[in-house]
């Protein structure tokens, strides 16, 4: 038996139900990396929360989404990049800026180009901006509160990320067309 099962609500323990039944409500499903979580109801619930607070942000849900894979990418984390591959192409993101992003590009639209640059580059530096960074940022049209919010977008991601670098779950069937591997280092 794994250390960290597939969590079905009523196999979870009993602090992480609500959290199961609100991404049961929201996705049609439990993904696997949040059944995985509820291992924890410290981790699943501080992930809901952090979660809800990124989507109610001023950026929109493509620039949430870019994010999102970039961190993935960045993090070379199977599981959400697959994930975060169908979520941006179903909220708009062209494919060939997915496609770059799933490849460490930057994506060709400008905007999701700064949101990418930046969100690899707090990765990448472990949060320490240069100035030039923030500058560019600013000067594609962004806003330094949401310099702020990227940070809480890098910061929910890598929960997903080092969780499904931990426990590894599947991949679901529905996102098997867009497994990505990470490059070999």
Not at 66 to 85: D, G, I, K, Q, R
């Amino acid at each position: 038996m794994s250390r960290y099962p597939v969590h079905t609500i009523e196999s979870a323990p009993a602090q992480s139900k609500p959290v199961l039944n609100q991404l049961q409500q929201a996705f049609g499903q439990i993904p696997n990396i949040a059944a995985k979580m509820a291992e924890s109801p410290v981790l699943i619930n501080g992930f809901i929360g952090l979660f809800e607070r990124v989507h109610a942000s001023s950026l929109t849900e493509p620039q949430i989404q870019t994010l999102l894979l970039t961190n993935a990418v960045t993090n070379a984390s199977e599981w959400p990049v697959a994930f975060h591959t169908a979520l941006a192409l179903k909220e708009g993101v062209h494919r060939t800026d997915v496609d770059a992003i799933r490849h460490g590009l930057l994506p060709d639209d400008a905007k999701l180009a700064a949101l990418s640059a930046l969100a690899r580059t707090l990765i990448e530096k472990r949060g320490r901006l240069a100035e030039s960074n923030q500058r560019r940022f600013l000067e594609a049209g962004f806003s330094a509160e949401q310099i702020l919010e990227v940070i809480a977008v890098v910061a929910a991601s890598t929960i997903t990320n080092f969780t499904s670098g931990v426990t590894e779950p599947p991949l679901e069937a529905q996102f098997e067309e867009f497994a990505w591997h990470a490059p070999a280092s």
